[in-house]
């Protein structure tokens, strides 16, 4: 466990002073901000609900942004000759490289808690739905990292593993209900989809539900992807 | 020590490593040379746990690379080709998280440190980010990275590659300084360097251990039957007349040289042949400024016996053209 902590806290600094890691937080910043701003109009209601929609699609580009580098970077600069030669697990590099990324992502989040701030300072809101709502984003924002994570240990460029996690968490968050409208699938297949579709299951997050179903999506094909990402990893050793 | 036996790998189609093993001693210094693509990182990359053999097996300090990888690794300190670090971390830093990653506690990790870095000279650097350090010193992180946990086996890939000469002798020195008390195997292309500091030299070409011996013992392989010198005070024609008459020698050829000739005679098989040059050209009364064999490098000895490998590879793989 400890080496995994240390793993992760070395991935967070890594984030900290990278260029992709400032610019992601400043883009995140500035577009929820500009939305907060937008929305927050005299006699509507004092809730997040607005920004975390925005929250949502951004996070199709914004965590793929952040999970790119972990194990790609690693490849293509041999460091992962270092970590692997180490005594250290699959496992604890895979978890470690997630909770380090999953960290960042935390601190981009805290940037709404000022937004939270001015809506207690100028109006009484419920805080129920905001944070249920915060621990939604966490949990949609901790799956599309483990999808990047692994996605990132299938190459060592960062590039493809940003578009390939576009593309996944893309399909997650809208394409799948698209193709869930489509008549000629097969009805199993459609109603599968729709279950797979994120947006379906943050919404009740939103509104301050936390439903048993929704905990076990995202904490299951979280599990999934960085189960799949230690694999992965060890077939690398193997090649 | 260090045990390998019968390592093969094979990428694909491609045989890299062929059946090579050795054994290396506690306290030796070994040289592992070999062309680009003879299998050296290969056969490293496997003792260390990088890849796995395809075939053939490997111990560390008793422990199997493959049944046992942790405690195989534990006792192995690394540095892979081209020295990779991470570029935004500072020399401490990085140290320290190396040194975290072996599970050495905090006081051990700074008693490390600190006596790594006075003796692998990051002192003026060890608060720098890595991004920003010279090659050189660079690989000097890489050494302390590897010394940092004492591993009893150091498996140092190029070690010297791209420093200059006066980075390459401070690399050397320490690695010398290294000698009984732990066990290094170090890959390099460049020859001098191991005769000076390795016990033992395996050379690997093609996937194959083709030489596996001391430095000494390799230089006098290549001493005999190499070519004499000869310069005397004579006619090129006439020197070169007189070499042939001694039985021993194959063939001879001379050239002026500002009033002296200057003649080099390749005897047959590993004939010495200087005392019958000197005893002829005494002789015929002819004044010699100099007889001496071609200096004999390992750098001759490594071309020699790589041409030789591939040649028998080339051989081999004219007379089983189906076999793939």
Partial sequence: ?239 | MITASQLTKWYGPTLALDGVGFAIEPGQIVGFLGPNGAGKSTAMRILTGFLPPTAGTASINGHDILNNPDDARAAIGYLPEGTPLYPEMRVEEFLHFRGRLMGMTRPDRVRRIDTLVDRCGLQPVRRRVIRALSKGNRQRVGLAQALLHEPPVLILDEPTAGLDPNQITAVRDLIAELRGKHTVLLSTHILPEVEKTADRVIIIAGGRLVADDTPTELRRQVAEGSRVIVEAKTEPAELESLLRQVPAIESASAQSLGGWSRAAATPKGLADVRADIGKLLADKQITVREISRESASLEQFFVQITDRAARARAEQAAAEPSAA
Avoid: C
């Fill in chain 1, 1 to 239: 466990m400890n080496v995994t902590l240390h793993i992760a806290r070395r991935e967070l600094a890594a984030l900290f002073v990278s260029p992709t890691g400032y610019l992601v937080i400043g883009v995140f910043a500035f577009i929820t901000s500009a939305f907060f701003l937008l929305t927050l109009q005299p006699g509507s209601a004092a809730e997040m609900r607005n920004v975390y929609t925005i929250v949502v699609w951004l996070l199709v580009f914004l965590a793929p942004a952040i999970s790119m580098r972990s194990v790609a970077e690693e490849l293509s600069s041999g460091t992962i000759e270092l970590l692997l030669t180490a005594p250290v697990s699959d496992t604890q590099i895979i978890v470690g490289k997630w909770l380090g990324a999953l960290g960042f992502y935390a601190a981009m989040l805290a940037t709404l808690l000022l937004h939270i701030l001015v809506l207690t300072l100028f109006a009484e809101p419920d805080f129920g739905p905001i944070v249920t709502g915060l621990l939604g984003l966490l949990l949609i924002g901790g799956l599309y990292l483990a999808i990047g994570v692994f996605i990132s240990t299938l190459t060592d460029s960062q590039l493809v593993a940003f578009l390939l996690t576009t593309l996944v968490t893309g399909l997650l968050a809208i394409g799948v209900f698209l193709l869930a409208g489509w008549n000629a699938l097969p009805l199993w297949l459609r109603d599968t989809l729709f279950y797979l579709n994120i947006t379906d299951h943050f919404s009740d997050f939103a509104k301050g539900l936390i439903d048993a179903t929704n905990l076990i999506y995202f904490l299951s094909t979280t599990a999934l992807f960085l189960f799949l990402g230690v694999l992965l990893l060890g077939s690398r050793r193997w090649r």
